[in-house]
């Protein structure tokens, strides 16, 4: 399977901690993505990594890449309530179709206030 | 949510009959996608399109069938509702660039098949 799988499947904080989600996949990527979906809402893009990158960062979130372990992670610093919802990781497989994405499961996250 | 459009947002019907799901954008991408959203299954791929009439399988896509006859339409065919087909349906975009493949997702329809 070329699909991402994300750990935790659950994760429950107080508001302020971080945030730390993983995703493994089992192929060679071109890129892995991230994304956030609300309850009842469509998937929202947060952040792309390409293979050749180890770390981008985007305002509170932080991701990192190990190719070697086929690993990612989101860091989602200072977390806040509105940071409730699931998140997914999605890897485009290397020699893959272009604009074929797979993803995980995902990681349900609830911020407590 | 980007510039799409999933019509009907809802709908209940029963085994045995035809629905058709549509997808609109305003964004002129070329590539379009459907996937289903199940419990415990994350997010499949039922079939994407990768430009006007050209559309190509994914990893369940029994059951299903697609027309992209206009580059701001996607539609999704039921032949046959079941109801191991419902499932919450979004549609998605883009342009597959070299800058990346980022997907941009509609609202999702909810569909219930009794």
């Known amino acids: 399977s070329q699909q991402g799988e994300e750990d935790p499947q659950a994760l429950s904080i107080q508001e302020g901690e971080n945030a730390t989600m993983n995703c493994s996949y089992k192929t060679s990527i071109n890129n892995l993505q991230w994304y956030r979906q609300n309850s009842g809402r469509g998937l929202v893009h947060l952040i792309l990594i390409r293979s050749n990158e180890r770390e981008k960062h985007s305002g509170r979130l932080r991701v990192t890449l190990d190719t070697s372990k086929k690993s990612s992670s989101l860091l989602i610093t200072a977390s806040r309530a509105a940071d409730t919802a699931s998140y997914f990781c999605a890897v485009r497989g290397r020699g893959s179709t272009l604009g074929r994405l797979y993803f995980g499961r995902g990681t349900q996250l609830t911020v407590w206030p | 949510d980007a510039g799409i459009t999933q019509s009907p947002r809802h709908k209940v019907t029963e085994t045995g009959t035809p629905v058709t799901l549509r997808c609109h954008q305003t964004?002129?991408?070329?590539?379009m996608y459907w996937y289903r959203q199940d419990p415990g299954h994350g997010l499949r791929l039922i079939h994407y399109?990768?430009?006007?009439?050209?559309?190509d399988k994914g990893e369940v896509s029994d059951g299903y069938s697609v027309s992209r006859s206009k580059t701001e339409d996607f539609l999704l065919t039921l032949e046959s509702a079941t109801s191991s087909q419902t499932s919450v349906y979004f549609c998605?975009?883009?342009?597959?660039?070299?800058?990346?493949?980022?997907?941009?997702f509609g609202p999702g329809t909810r569909l219930t098949v009794l």
């Open positions: 998605a975009i883009s342009d597959a660039s070299g800058r990346g493949d980022t997907q941009y």
């Open positions: 399109s990768y430009g006007v009439k050209d559309t």
């Open positions: 964004e002129n991408h070329r590539y």
